[in-house]
């Protein structure tokens, strides 16, 4: 293959599907989001979104 000739969409694709055969879906999607950065203050909206809740409310919630 020679990727001079790939465009950069080509080459993305290409590479996405590298790693999702040798991967697999799960540790493909747990490699891609090792590059996303974000954006706000995940400490700061944690803290906000469970200020009122307690550590049994929030167990339950995962249970559920």
């Given at each position: 293959?020679?990727?001079?000739?790939?465009?950069?969409?080509?080459?993305?694709?290409?590479?996405?599907?590298?790693?999702?055969?040798?991967?697999?879906?799960?540790?493909?999607?747990?490699?891609?989001?090792?590059?996303d950065l974000?954006?706000?203050?995940?400490?700061?909206?944690?803290k906000?979104?469970?200020?009122?809740?307690?550590?049994?409310?929030?167990?339950?919630?995962?249970?559920?």
């Amino acid at each position: 293959m020679n990727t001079m000739t790939l465009t950069q969409n080509e080459i993305k694709r290409k590479g996405f599907n590298v790693l999702q055969k040798n991967l697999g879906v799960s540790g493909f999607v747990k490699f891609i989001q090792q590059f996303d950065l974000g954006e706000g203050d995940y400490t700061k909206e944690r803290k906000k979104s469970y200020k009122k809740k307690s550590v049994a409310d929030i167990v339950k919630e995962i249970k559920n």
